[in-house]
């Protein structure tokens, strides 16, 4: 069962945007200038079409007063479109930078956390939450941000200039708030979790999309594609059922808003009404008062409106922070704390795995106990049939893993290499030189001359510029396998872990893979899981596993005198090849 990496609390969300804003922080001031500056220059129009429409009702016929105000209302609208571009402009900046700051934590945190936290989690969660949440952060900023910045100002400065006309038209205003008030409590109470459980569900798809794609050889081979579609299907319906509760939650609130905006406008021509009546107000100043209402709709209505916005992408930015919160409760981790960068010489530079007891479900374990040494410069091969725990323990020898009990010393760096490669979507040199960025091409065609193959630099037509991957030029499963082993030269690890890492040869290349593997553990500590015999034959010493236990430990000619059932495994695998 996959567990989720963790979600963080709205406090450590504010933290880490607030860490991630750009050193141009002092802007922020300055920034809230423009912006209420531009929130009181849309005030001026309906001030002064109100002060024109009482200067016609007392019956003046001025046109300069007329052409005056025209020109004071042209330029205050001018000049508030222009401070508002600056402003909402200046503002997404400063937030966009934020979450390319945020995103690139997240994804640097990911590469360095754990590789266990990633198995338990599943590749999808990590996949959705770099994907579908930053692009949901990122589609929300244009529309939150302008309405957080400009709208609260709006509000407060038209709320102003209502008081200004007479203070019964803001009172009237303040009345109807609670309204918009039940509006918002009422969403924020149900929202959250809806959104917090469509993201989730979005991982969940995104996990089941992964595994059969990764496996699609797999699934077509065993004619399992119904299965993982219907896994697929279900997942999706429900994304979809989310976003339909998510979607009445907002038809609902929306309902809220436009019943607030009418007993707004009523609430104000009623007391318009009143003033005028009894002579305490102008038909100016009630005109005023609405078109200063009516200015108010936008935005209110966007300041509400991106709450649902603003929810969705809280809840993104929880997954997002929760990753980098992840990283920083497991503290440094380019290197475990029982590494050491050192290799130095003598038994402390042996590979220990001691007391190693391991399961993936509870009462089910793998591993029972298993102890054994890696003597420094040796290679030791770890035999036995298929669920023996054979990658198992070499996943826990790597790192990759930790076990249930039990303790791992490494000597250092640990290389591991798995039958599962992957070729870069790039050219052959940045394939190469991600295990060393510092190497030049002397060095690179070194690396894979010494695993047999260069012969392919001269195969590409455009040698190490050559685009190989998705893309680019096919490579067979041996050369990418080489590849693979060539960067694992190149990174001269303290250490290196095989596991099985010849399988996806034919009977054609597997000696050529082989013969690769014994010149990249030659003269280093290794550690390989035998797909073929013939490897065990080569190595210093063989582990036979069995039910997840050492039954026999020795050389390959000690076990096969001894008769036991690595010999009898030998037998076994040269009458068959």
Known sequence: MSVPLPLAPAGAVAREMWRAFPRG???????????????????????????????????GDDPGLAWTLAAVMAGAVVLASVLTAVGTVSASRLFEHALASLRERMVDTALHLPPAHIERAGTGDLVARAGDDVAEVSGAIPQVVPALVGSAFTIVVTLVGMAVIDPWYAVALVVVTPLHVFAVRRYLRAAPAVYAAERAAMSDRAQHLLDALRGLETVRAYRTESAHLSRIATASWAVVRWSMRARGIQNLFFARLNAAEFLGMAGLLVVGFVLVANGAGTIGGTTAAMLLFLRLFGPINQLLFVVDDLQSALASLSRIVGVVRAGAQNGPVARHDDERPDRGTGADDDLVLQGITHAYERNHPVLHDVSMRVASGTTVAVVGASGTGKSTLAAIAAGVHDPVAGRVRRPGRVALVTQDVHVFDTDLRENLTLAARDAGDDDLVEALRRVGAGGLVARLARGLDEPVGASGTPLSPAEAQLIALARVSLSDPAVVVLDEATAEAGSAEAGRLEDAALAIVEGRTALVVAHRLSQAARADRVVLLEAGRIREEGTHDELREAGGPYARLWEAWNRSS
């Open 25 to 59: 922080w002092w802007r922020l001031p300055a920034l809230f200038v423009v912006v209420l500056a531009a929130a009181a220059a849309g005030v001026v129009g309906p001030l002064a079409l109100g002060a024109v429409v009482d200067a016609i009702g007392a019956g």
